[in-house]
């Protein structure tokens, strides 16, 4: 009586019923793979639609109309949109951005370097944020509308109402300029000592960490709470299981899924928000970089610089997604 | 002699939060006391907020939400558990005392393995080795007749169906060896003929394994089977107490007569049940994803009577409702009401071919908004379709307020201030406001407890009486069938299997179904569990 319901005709179910995981997989990495091209799509019309021109601005008073056309044909921007478009994106797919029309040097190589400092800097705000937001989410949940978790709350709360470069200035003021603890500008070379490296990313970094925390911190705890007021954490706990076992073994595992979404989230926000924070900085990432191309129109390094934001962006939040997928019993092991 | 459970005088409270009001201590269970022997059942019967989960729970030492044990003594082989520490109380749960929750689907967490949650308890206790622990589940899996014992373990808890999860829950309680088991309602969620394959399973249990068991429920014919003494409460006190025997054959309190005798029949079956007000003829329905709910279903509900469709969940008998009403079109067939056929669709009726037809849901409460009141509620199909406004509207709905035998105090209030069985009532009114010759209703009853649900039964009868009223009443509860019914339609997986005067589908000869249905119905008798379960046998040896 119990398996009336099924159909048991395993004949008759779709590959979607069958191997449910493998088709979701797939799907989302189609997806992703869909969204960043229709995102290059974007950043090339974009780009190619923005106001100004590279050869007014590169030759300023001395725009003559028969200059201007020089340059537009040595650039190769005579030729149609569409053309440009593919080559550009059949290049980029090959890892080559073509040249910087400012300096005339080779895109990828400029960004590979300074790519390296923005996620150096991101992933050390990372190693930092997700570990703090999540124990801190932990802690104000065992304090439950007690004291310690409305300070955590209400700490979290004006860190992320404050904007990046306020609270990077504000950082600056008090540790560099009063106190003088803490180096500025945030200069890296090559050659550099990891420990010199290190403090010198100090600032930016805490920056970044106040930035990201407090989204993370908040649903951790509202993800854990949820879990918490489920019907088989009364269970674990009429086994005479104790506190930490309960949390551990029974609502670490339904609570990864919501968890690891925020955390994606934010990380691909820190790899982009560095931008900012970067500039505030003078810091030697992508940011600052792409900042200074949109500057001068420097069109071939503010497509990469767009077009590597948005694949990191996309990147983490399928991972994200992935984790989720995979963590999903339901999925994991179909009836 | 110390008895293995000894409850005396207990008192729980909680902390309520009442909208608008500051917060205040009530009293949940006033002083029940109690004793159980080793190896025996001690049943705990009585409506919704009568405390005896909390009563059960208690025995665990755990209060759930803001509950706390305030006063009295839980003596467990003579010691009180309620004076335990932290770690005391730890090592009690799961060891000596198990619980099974009423949701086994929500109980099991949806991460880990069956098996490794059976044992967990077993091993967090340090009774048993995992290869002993293992066995042991394999041998309780066995005695409680789940099937594939040997690879059942290896599964998830949603790759298994909801009375094979509420078999594994009593196996986990079992597991550890404990003295006792606290049974939450174990069966109420299920339909009945799964209901009787786990209380046979449980029963067995407690018999082979001798452990003693609190065992709660709402139903009288169901603790009958299995308890040893019976405990019948109210708003937290005790009404009656003493042996099954005595409970069920001689009961002394007015109120325990009431639930014993609230199965009872109603209605006549009318004789001319020719004169049909709505037939369905070869309907086929599906939903979206192309499983098809309703295969070629072919009945009619006489003018003035009552067709009852029974079955259980998934049976189809809801989308029935649905197709009916126009909410979901069907995929073949047609409708036919009084002598017109109606369309298919919803939006394609007429507004008076709408108001002829009216539904009454299972959850009152999410069929009303509760912002507003429940003269709006009732008053606004008045407007809808009879263009009644002010004084009029008020008056009509105050005539519809007494006929549910509310009174028109209740004109200003909202739908948080009913109880459950009010709602149900202002849930009637509103589909009678639209003076329907047809109302739909989708178990109306089972949502509440047993003597609401007798008084919801009597008010339908009577508005049948007074104003013929058709109904269609689809239940998965015989006894309201045989109660109200004129005709009654089976339905099993989307198909009808029997339909036709109550008195010969109830009847021999059965269709086979039909047969299993009536039979898993537990009734007011003791020893009713072991006489089928012997019947059953029985017939599978002949086979």
């Known amino acids: 009586m119990d398996t009336a319901m099924d159909d048991g005709q395993p004949g008759r179910r779709s590959l979607k019923q069958r191997y449910p995981l493998t088709v979701l997989i797939l799907q989302r990495l189609g997806l992703s793979a869909g969204l960043l091209l229709a995102v290059s799509m974007l950043i090339f019309g974009g780009v190619e639609a923005l106001p100004g021109d590279f050869a007014q601005t590169y030759l300023g008073q001395s725009a003559t109309p028969q200059a201007v056309e020089n340059i537009r044909s040595q650039l190769g921007l005579d030729r149609p949109v569409t053309t440009r478009y593919f080559e550009w994106l059949g290049n980029a797919v090959q890892g080559d951005f073509g040249k910087s029309w400012a300096s005339g040097n080779s895109v990828s190589e400029q960004i590979g370097k300074r790519l390296g400092n923005s996620l150096f800097l991101a992933f050390c705000a990372a190693i930092i944020s997700v570990p703090l937001a999540v124990g801190l989410g932990m802690v104000a949940v065992h304090f439950r509308d007690r004291i310690p978790d409305r300070i955590i709350n209400i700490i979290s709360l004006a860190a992320i109402s404050l904007p990046e470069f306020f609270i990077g200035y504000l950082l600056i003021l008090f540790f560099s300029v009063k106190f003088g603890v803490a180096s500025f500008p945030a200069t890296v070379y090559d050659g550099m000592a990891f420990s010199d490296r290190l403090s010198a990313i100090a600032l930016p970094t805490a920056t970044l960490v106040f930035v990201v925390l407090a989204h993370m911190m908040r649903m951790t705890r509202a993800a854990i709470i949820s879990v918490m007021s489920s019907a088989y954490m009364e269970t674990a706990e009429l086994k005479g299981l104790g506190a930490f076992k309960t949390i551990i073994k029974h609502a670490a595992p339904n609570a990864i899924a919501p968890i690891v979404n925020v955390v994606a989230l934010n990380l691909a926000y820190l790899v982009v928000g560095v931008v900012v924070v970067e500039v505030v900085f003078v810091y030697p990432g992508m940011g600052q970089y792409m900042v200074d191309a949109v500057t001068v129109r420097d069109m071939p390094v503010v497509q990469a610089c767009g077009l590597i934001f948005a694949a990191v962006y996309i990147l983490l939040n399928m991972v994200a997604d992935l984790i989720a997928i995979i963590a999903n019993p339901k999925l994991r092991h179909p009836r | ?543």
């Not at chain 2, 004793?35 to 208690?58: F, M, W």
């Not at chain 2, 009486?465 to 339609?489: G, K, M, P, Q």
Request: charged residues 25%.
């Open chain 2, 1 to 543: 002699m110390v008895n293995m459970l000894s409850v005396r005088n207990l008192q729980i409270g909680a902390t309520v939060y009442p909208p608008g009001e500051n917060p205040k201590d009530i009293t949940i269970v006033h002083g029940v006391s109690f004793e159980l022997e080793r190896g025996k059942v001690l049943g705990l019967i009585g409506e919704s907020g009568a405390g005896k989960s909390t009563i059960g729970l208690a025995a665990l030492a755990y209060g759930r939400g803001g509950v706390r044990i305030t006063g009295g003594e839980v003596l467990l082989d003579g010691e009180d558990i309620l004076k335990a520490d932290k770690k005391g109380i730890r090592q009690l749960r799961g060891a000596k005392v198990c619980y099974v929750a009423q949701s086994a689907a929500a109980a099991f967490n949806p991460a880990h393995k069956l098996g490794d949650q059976v044992i967990e308890a077993t091993l967090e206790h340090g009774l048993m080795t995992r290869e002993e622990a293992r066995e042991r589940a394999l041998y309780l899996f066995k005695i409680l007749g789940l099937p594939d014992p040997n690879n059942f373990g290896d599964r998830f808890p949603h790759q298994v169906s909801g009375g094979q999860l509420q078999r594994a829950m009593t196996a986990m309680a079992l597991c550890s060896n404990p003295e006792l088991i606290v049974f939450d309602e174990p069966t109420t969620a299920l339909d009945v003929t799964t209901q009787i394959d786990v209380l046979a399973a449980i029963k067995n249990a407690i018999e082979e394994t001798g452990t003693a068991a609190l065992y709660i429920t709402h139903d009288l014919a169901v603790v009958a089977q299995i308890s040893d003494d019976i405990m019948v409460l109210r708003h937290g006190e005790t009404v009656e107490y003493g042996s099954v025997q005595q409970i069920i054959e001689n009961p002394q309190e007015e109120y325990t007569k009431a639930l014993i005798s609230v199965r009872q029949t109603k209605q006549r079956e009318a004789k001319d049940q020719s004169n049909a007000l709505l037939s369905v003829d070869n309907i086929s329905a599906s939903y979206g994803n192309g499983f098809k709910v309703l295969h070629d279903v072919s009945l009619h509900v006489p003018r003035g009577q009552t067709l009852a469709v029974v079955g259980e969940s998934g049976s189809g008998k809801s989308t029935l409702a649905r197709v009916i009403t126009g909410l979901l079109p069907p995929t073949d067939g047609t409708i036919t009401f009084g002598d017109e056929i109606l369309p298919s669709h919803r939006k394609k009726r007429t507004r008076d071919q709408l108001r002829r037809v009216q539904l009454i849901y299972q959850m009152a409460d999410t069929a009303m908004n509760p912002r507003q009141t429940v003269g709006q509620i009732i008053g606004r199909p008045l407007t809808f379709y009879f263009g009644l406004r002010g004084k009029k509207r008020k008056e009509r709905v105050q005539e519809l307020l007494d006929e549910i035998e509310m009174g028109s105090g209740f004109y200003d209030r909202y739908p948080a201030e009913l109880s459950g069985g009010q709602k149900q009532r202002v849930a009637i009114a509103r589909a009678l406001a639209a003076e329907p010759e047809l109302i739909l209703c989708d178990e109306p009853t089972s949502a509440l407890d047993p003597l609401v649900a007798e008084g919801i039964l009597d008010l339908l009868m009577r508005l049948q009486a007074e104003t013929s009223v058709s109904y269609l009443f689809i239940t998965h509860d015989i006894a309201i069938v045989r109660a109200i019914a004129d005709s009654v339609a089976v339905m099993l997986q989307g198909k009808l299997v029997d339909f036709g005067p109550r008195s010969s589908v109830l009847s021999p000869p059965f269709d086979d179904y039909t047969d299993l249905l009536l039979k898993s119905v537990p009734e007011m008798e003791l020893g009713w569990l072991e006489k089928v379960l012997a019947t059953r046998r029985m017939e599978s040896a002949g086979n």
